[in-house]
């Protein structure tokens, strides 16, 4: 597959963030809460994150842990885009504000490789994510931005009238050795 330096919306991909677009989205209350574009949020190491997918997969096994963080991610990514359709953003920019949303949290670099509606199909490209902090797996370790790819795709899928499921898979990972990690989002036996 090649990789360019411009995604299918024609927007070009993130190289780096500023710290201050980064910074003036962050505020905390009075009371010491921490917020990220007004959202409660908590910040923690990529290595803590690891830490707590390898914990769950020694106490429930690794399927049960890929199971909740896929469905977790899921939930989160169709909020995310269902909160977006608010602001009058069609599909294709829904997609990229809610990439652009997880780069600015550090999840990695997201760029769309493909976006077909019609199918609806997208093949997403994440360089630097966190899967970084698995390293030697041999085998796929992005459950939760898998799935939060998938309920993106679910949620533009219906707005676009698709009476489908979308399924994501991992095609690639970091963890097991790939250079980049690569996340399809489909309807099930789409390909």
């Known amino acids: ?5 411009r995604d299918k919306t024609g927007l070009p991909l993130k190289k ?16 010491g809460r921490l ?17 707590i997918q390898q914990t769950m997969e020694e106490l429930i096994g690794e ?7 896929y469905r977790a991610g899921f939930r989160g990514g169709y909020n995310l885009a269902k909160s977006l359709k608010a602001y009058g953003l069609k599909p294709p920019a ?15 670099v997201f760029g769309v490789a493909e976006l077909d509606l019609k199918k609806p199909k997208v093949d997403v490209v994440v360089r630097a ?15 939760l931005i898998c799935g939060f790819i998938a309920g993106i795709m679910q949620y533009l ?13 991992e ?3 970091i963890a097991k050795g790939d250079q980049y990690c690569e996340i399809v989002a489909e309807p099930p036996h789409a390909s």
Not at 158 to 165: A, I
């Open 1 to 5: 597959m090649r990789i360019n330096t």
């Open 16 to 31: 780096g963030l500023k710290v201050g677009e980064i910074a003036e989205k962050i505020r905390i209350d009075g009371e």
């Open 35 to 51: 917020f990220v574009d007004g959202i409660p949020a908590l910040i923690l190491t990529r290595s803590f994150l690891a830490l």
């Open 63 to 69: 399927r049960g842990a890929a199971l909740i963080f």
């Open 94 to 108: 829904i997609l990229q504000a809610c990439l652009h949303t997880a780069s600015l949290r550090g999840w990695g």
């Open 129 to 143: 994510s966190p899967a970084e902090e698995m390293k030697g797996r041999n085998k796929p370790a992005c459950h």
């Open 157 to 169: 899928a219906e707005m676009c009238g698709k009476n489908v499921k979308i399924r994501g898979t």
């Open 171 to 173: 095609k690639k990972c």
